[in-house]
């Protein structure tokens, strides 16, 4: 009897502790990741992905880290390197899950990041898809604020571009600030950044 | 005994999570250390960065035999076999990524457009927004060095070789047929829509063994893999209409285009010195059809272009003008599939079908032509190691050509076989050779040989290399000497390329110089190649020349511009002429400059292209010297502008020549003197000195963002 408490207790130990080592792991990427170290985070959430066939996030992450990284960087080799990583990794779970709004609009950021490195040339290639992607995850998960968000922040670039009014979109990142409010991440690891974003590009409505 | 148990098993479960301490050391393959290297057990957390020294540890609770995984950007991810505990202290060498950006190329000869390649000297925006050609796939080439200003035309003339020596490929098949029936002085155009093909490369010497029967140039061109989105194209222009569609599916997706070109209302308002019966009128369309597969990719193109006109013309040997009416059906299609199979094998297997009918009236002759042309290949590609990569295939070229005029026939069968193979070698990483050779079999000419390959890259910096090409090419005779006689060898020429380029940062630098023989070309003895004239392939010649090309689209904001500059010095003995001369369509010095200008306030981009050449030589036969005569230099300034009216909709007005420069490209002389014994002269002209285009793009998709300045 003893022996199979015993056992009963190691074997819940070993769960929790593989649970507890995902949590402390991406607890870890997200620390480095907040420090500025970017390399350094995208390694962790690299070696969570080895470690964690099942979920989506640490590829998710590698190719967030990856991509925000490119936003700040000039180098073109530097650019043409992080944004194939984040494809890389975003593709995996792509594959896996087609209709993940939240994959969908990583995907859109991997392209405005394009767009962004040489507008003359990714700008007429890329622009139409982008805006294809934020329609397919309004489509799936319009109540999401990373999807009103980043739809219209891309709009507001286009708006700029044309003269026109920004005014919609501007209301659009107001409701995205409102969802930010409401917004439950499924896990404690599951996105939910924006929110200052989202402000930041409000001010510049104002 | 029960505690004993109990303690034993938590000191084993101790144990077994006892730690492994994992360092080393990681450096790339000149032993310089690498930062920020992710160096970790695979399938577990365990894992460390490396730092600035190229070193890293950490500790593990893994056992036994794991995989070690090394990654870090612009390095292949290496994987090793360790022993856990046993793996202290080691070096670990990384292998750099051969992307585009640090790896040698040979680019000598090569102009490559589209792609992300650090080569590539245009964008795919370029083909439609270079001023000066509306459209036209084939004549943004022209603003790139090694071609000639040939307005009369329209064709690609390159490094002193004759149009028909640049082949023209559609997904590495050959397309027979690539410009649209004209007649004298009239330039024509490609059949090709810039929408359906992502990359084009231009060649103008020491091409790759893969392509045969052509001797001075080929252009490669490809279809697009992939559509970006499902979307509707329209577009009005002052010349007629044009309607594309694009469908995705899962697997699968299908672009149409379509065409109907008529000059009539244009003539009416603006009439050009040619005197029209009926105006040149056409109707075209372009399909691909694209399929994945498992481990590859089918794709289907075809197009088709029916076309007439009849017009008069001004004609030195005749009182009258002369009249040429035209019906011209041009077909082409190919079908390609390319994949893996294996381990790391690729093949490539095509056949390509064309068939071009021409029938109407010249002067007082009717005629009726009609080729029939295939093409088979057949290629694989293995890569043997990290240092060597080979491949080899076999092509197949049937031609069938046959003419009537006025109940005359001539024609011929032609069948070619051929062989190929080329190997690269990567010495190191900065020095690249390809070593290959063709073997080509010529049933109708009765003839074989062997055309040797060598080119070879040389990275002399990051931003810099050298490249150098040598080979031998050769062509079977043209149509309008096989149909007389067969009697003939394939025509020969030797390329030598030395080329320097620089790249940094959208600044392309780009320097070439060449040296070209010609052997075996075909002569005549009479004016003009017709029935009872004696050929011969004693016909030799040379070219020699150098060539520069600047583009910057870095230093002025909103600008991007090229400069192109050509100097050749050629000379032939070729077809009817008495001695060795300069022929009618090389001029010695020739440049281009495109500029495109971005005006965000206006939501316009300006664009101007100025091209200019030295005189080109015609024969005057009231002169001694063969060839001697000389005409004006060649100035055209065009500009274009395209305003987007909102994000789908795009106005586009381009004025050709818009100082309306009257140009000469040479002069034809009589056949026989007047009565006063000299021979009459008349001046080959533009048909017009200003060329204005109107065209109105619509594109309607879901995003409700794409636009047609790509086609423009």
Redesign the interface.
């Known amino acids: 009897m003893?022996?199979i408490i015993?056992a009963i207790v190691?074997f819940i130990t070993s769960l929790v502790s593989a649970q507890g080592?995902f949590e402390?792991?991406m607890g870890k990427a997200f620390q480095l990741w907040g420090e500025g170290k970017n390399?350094?985070a995208?390694?962790?959430f690299?070696?969570?992905v080895?470690?964690e066939k099942t979920s989506w996030l640490p590829n998710y992450y590698v190719a967030l880290v990856n991509t925000t990284t490119a936003f700040g960087t000039k180098d073109?080799?530097?650019i043409?390197?992080?944004l194939t990583?984040a494809q890389n990794a975003l593709d995996v779970e792509l594959i896996k899950t087609p209709n993940n709004a939240e994959l969908l609009v990583m995907q859109a950021m991997i392209h405005t990041a394009w767009i962004a490195f040489d507008p003359?040339?990714n700008g007429?290639?890329?622009?139409?898809?982008v805006?294809?992607l934020y329609?397919k995850a309004e489509a799936i998960a319009p109540e999401n604020p990373r999807v009103v968000f980043g739809k219209a922040e891309f709009e507001i670039g286009?708006a700029k571009?044309?003269?026109t009014d920004t005014k919609p979109m501007c209301a659009q990142i107001e409701k995205a600030i409102s969802l930010f409010a409401t917004f439950k991440p499924e896990t404690p690891f599951s996105p939910k950044w924006g929110l200052e974003r989202a402000e930041a590009a409000l001010k510049n409505c104002k | 005994m029960?505690p004993f148990?109990?303690m034993a098993?938590l000191f084993f479960?101790i144990i077994s999570f006892s730690q492994t301490m994992i360092s080393g050391k990681i450096v790339d393959e000149k032993n310089n250390p690498v930062f920020?290297a992710?160096v970790?057990i695979?399938?577990?957390?365990?894992?460390g960065?490396s730092n600035s020294d190229g070193d890293f540890s950490f500790t593990t609770t893994a056992e036994g035999n794991k995989t070690l995984?090394i990654?870090v950007?612009?390095f292949e991810i290496k994987k090793l076999e360790i022993v856990m505990n046993k793996f202290q202290n080691k070096t670990i060498i990384l292998k750099r990524i051969a992307?585009e950006?640090?790896e040698v190329l040979i680019t000598a000869g090569t102009l490559e457009s589209g792609g992300?390649s650090r080569v590539s000297v245009l964008?795919?925006?370029d083909i439609l927004t270079t001023a000066g050609n509306p459209g036209d796939i084939v004549s943004a080439f022209k603003t790139l060095p090694g071609t000639q200003i040939v307005g009369e035309s329209g064709k690609l003339f390159v490094r002193g070789g004759e149009a028909n020596e640049t082949q023209t490929f559609v997904d590495g098949l050959r397309v027979a047929q690539p410009y649209l029936q004209t007649t004298n002085n009239v330039p024509t155009r490609s059949t090709f829509s810039p929408l359906l093909f992502k990359g084009t490369s231009f060649s103008t010497g020491g091409y790759s063994a893969e392509y045969g029967e052509a001797l001075s140039s080929i252009l490669v061109m490809n279809t697009i893999d992939e559509p970006?989105?499902e979307?509707t194209d329209i577009g009005v222009m002052s010349l007629g209409a044009s309607l594309g569609n694009t469908q995705k599916w899962k697997n699968n997706s299908l672009s149409v285009n379509t065409s109907y070109i008529n000059l009539q209302p244009y003539q009416a308002l603006l009439p050009d010195n040619i005197e029209w019966i009926k105006p040149y009128q056409s109707i075209g369309g372009e399909t691909v059809f694209r399929q994945k597969l498992d481990r590859g990719l089918l794709k289907f193109y075809a197009s088709y272009t029916a076309a007439n006109f009849d017009l008069k013309q001004d004609d030195i040997n005749y009182p009258d003008k002369i009249r040429t009416q035209n019906k011209n059906n041009n077909l082409y299609s190919n079908l390609s599939y390319k994949g893996g199979f294996g381990t790391n094998w690729n093949i490539f297997a095509g056949i390509s079908f064309a068939k071009s009918q021409n029938s109407g009236i010249y002067d007082v002759y009717n005629y009726d032509s009609s080729e029939n042309a295939s093409h088979l290949k057949l290629k694989f590609v293995k890569p043997i190691s990290d240092k060597i990569k080979t491949s080899f295939g076999a092509d197949y070229f049937y031609t069938n050509f046959s003419e009537s005029v006025t109940n005359f026939n001539t024609g011929y069968n032609s069948n070619i076989f051929a062989a190929f193979s080329e190997t690269d070698f990567l010495f190191t990483n900065n020095l690249i050779a390809k070593v290959g050779f063709r073997f080509s079999k010529n049933y109708l000419l009765d003839e074989s040989s062997i055309a040797p390959r060598l080119a070879l890259g040389y990275k002399l910096a990051k931003n810099q290399q050298f490249s150098m090409a040598y080979g031998t090419f050769e062509q079977a005779p043209k149509n309008d000497y096989l149909k007389y006689s067969t009697n003939l060898q394939a025509e020969k020429a030797q390329h030598y390329i030395l080329s320097y380029e620089f790249n940094k940062?959208k600044q392309i630098f780009k320097a070439e110089v060449y040296y070209k023989s010609y052997d075996n070309l075909v002569k005549y003895n009479t004016n003009t190649p017709v029935f009872n004239s004696n050929f011969n392939n004693n016909g030799t010649g040379f070219a020699k020349g150098l060539e520069l090309f600047w583009r910057d689209?870095k230093n002025i904001k909103n600008l991007?511009y090229w400069i192109s500059y050509s100097y050749i010095d050629t000379e032939r003995n070729y077809a009817n002429f008495p001695k060795q001369a300069t022929p009618s369509f090389v001029a010695d010095h020739t440049l281009s400059l495109v500029t495109k200008y971005?005006i965000?306030d206006w939501?316009s981009q300006i664009g101007a292209t100025y091209t200019f050449s030295s005189g080109r030589p015609y024969n005057n036969p009231n002169e001694t010297v063969f060839m001697d005569g000389k005409t004006k230099t060649y100035n055209n300034l065009s500009v274009n502008w395209a305003y987007?009216v909102?994000?789908q909709k795009i106005l586009f007005f381009s004025v050709t020549n818009i100082a309306g420069i009257k140009n000469v490209y040479g002069y034809n002389y009589a056949n026989t003197p007047n009565l006063a014994g000299i021979y009459e002269s008349q001046a080959i002209v533009p048909t017009a000195d200003r060329f204005f285009f109107v065209g109105f793009f619509w594109t309607i998709?879901?995003?409700?963002?794409?636009?047609q300045?790509?086609n423009l």
Request: aromatic share 6%; no cysteine.
């Open positions: 003893t022996r015993i190691l080592q402390q792991g390399t350094e995208s390694a962790m690299e070696r969570i080895t470690a073109a080799t530097q043409d390197l992080l990583k003359m040339t007429q290639k890329l622009s139409g898809t805006m294809e329609a286009g571009f044309w003269g | 029960k148990l109990l098993i479960t920020n992710n970790f695979d399938g577990s957390y365990d894992g960065t995984v990654s950007l612009s992307t950006l640090n992300k964008k795919p925006l970006d989105l979307k940062d689209n991007e971005w965000q939501r987007l909102s994000p998709s879901k995003d409700k963002k794409t636009n300045l790509e």
